[in-house]
Each structure stands twice: as C-alpha cells, then as structure tokens.
C-alpha cells in the first residue's frame, strides 16, 4: 500500500515538473536520484526527448543502488537530445546509499 502510494506520488511530481519543463524554451539537463527503475512511468516520461546517459555511453548493468545484488539502477544524468554523451561512470565508492553517476556530455554541433 505505502509502495502504491510512493508509485502515485512520483507520478504526480514528474507531470507538474515536466509541465514546466515542457513550456520553457531553454532545454534541461535532468538528473538525480528517481528512486525508480527505467521500467517506471516516472522514467519513461522524463526520457522523452532526453538520452539516458547509462544507455549512451554507460556499461554492464549500471547500478546506482549497491546492495548485496547490485542490479537496481535508480540515479539518472539526462541531456536533452541536442546534446552528445562522451562518458559515463558509476564509481562503486560510498560517500551515501546510492553511487554517483558521472558523465561528460556537450553540444552535439561542437565538433573537437
């Protein structure tokens, strides 16, 4: 029940944030911690005209949550599609519960 109320929750938060996001003229870098798998709604509605960063330049499984089977990734770095993903590292140091997610992104038209 407090799961299902969580779900609701972040549901909820992701429309009104993305209703601002959506009416601004400036593009966002969205990042931080979900609290959400990539299979959630939460995610699938943030990606939408963003890249994941993991799926661009990331590896094996990409989690964020260590635990005795770290498989659960719920920390996120999304550009906007406009913009090219160079790196993307998720150290398994502990500074908090979660990993931190790095990644090198930049203007996809700035050629090196």
Not at 58 to 84: C, K, N, Q
């Amino acid at each position: 029940r407090r799961v299902r109320r969580s779900i609701r929750q972040r549901s909820q938060q992701v429309d009104l944030i993305f209703k601002d996001i959506y009416a601004s003229p400036v593009e966002s870098v969205i990042c931080g911690d979900f609290n959400d798998s990539p299979l959630s709604y939460t995610y699938q509605k943030t990606t939408r005209g963003h890249l994941d960063c993991f799926r661009e330049a990331g590896r094996g499984i990409g989690a964020t949550f260590p635990s005795r089977l770290p498989v659960i990734r719920l920390d996120y770095i999304l550009p906007p599609e406009s913009m090219e993903v160079c790196t993307y590292a998720c150290p398994a140091v502990h500074y908090s519960d979660h990993r931190p997610v790095i990644s090198e992104i930049r203007f996809a038209d700035i050629r090196q």
